[in-house]
């Protein structure tokens, strides 16, 4: 006798990936909110764009609405499990523009360092690769914005957009530091 066996959908990795996409979808966007509405503790576009003017991206209320709705948008999209490719890789891609500011300090957060930034933006890229699970938008539409080719095209747009703006700022701030010059003389102190 032959034993026929049916293959039953496991529902638990659906469940995992549904708390992964809420938990960094939520997250992302609250960041988001931060930079465009001032929500949660944040400066709005006026305040974010100052910050991202002293940190080399320019022009800073530009650069802030970008971040924000990268973040924002990325982050909505995510915890809905809709447009998964294209949701993690701008996220992953505003992630990557906050890791190039804090790289200076090192990995660890607690020091300043990109700790934070690159665990969001590695954990968005993969759900972008690994797609939403069940439990999702994109399920629900039958994968309509959830195909196969739109993750690497999701990801060389972003990468190529991520790498002129990290690169446009990385110019600016080695002009700016070019400009300055290093006293010749140390001056000694009289005591």
Avoid: C
Wanted: glycine share 18%; charged share 15%; aromatic share 8%.
């Amino acid at each position: 006798m032959k034993y026929v066996r049916r293959a039953r959908h496991d529902h638990r990795g659906d469940l995992g990936l549904l708390l992964l996409r809420l938990g960094t979808g939520g997250v992302l966007a609250a960041h988001g909110a931060q930079k465009l509405f001032g929500w949660f503790g944040g400066h709005g576009i006026e305040g974010t764009g100052q910050f991202m003017e002293s940190v080399g991206y320019s022009p800073g209320k530009a650069s802030a609405t970008a971040a924000g709705l990268a973040e924002t948008g990325g982050g909505v999209l995510l915890a809905l499990g809709l447009a998964t490719p294209a949701a993690g890789a701008a996220a992953a891609g505003a992630m990557a523009g906050a890791s190039a500011v804090h790289a200076p300090n090192g990995f660890f957060n607690q020091g300043g360092g990109y700790e934070y930034a690159a665990t969001l933006g590695l954990t968005a890229a993969g759900l972008a690769v690994t797609g939403p699970g069940r439990f999702s938008l994109d399920h629900a539409l039958g994968h309509a914005v959830n195909r196969g080719w739109m993750i690497p095209a999701a990801f060389a747009a972003t990468a190529a957009g991520t790498a002129l703006i990290v690169g446009g700022r990385a110019r600016r701030l080695r002009k700016a530091k070019e400009g300055e010059q290093d006293a010749l003389f140390e001056e000694e102190s009289m005591e």
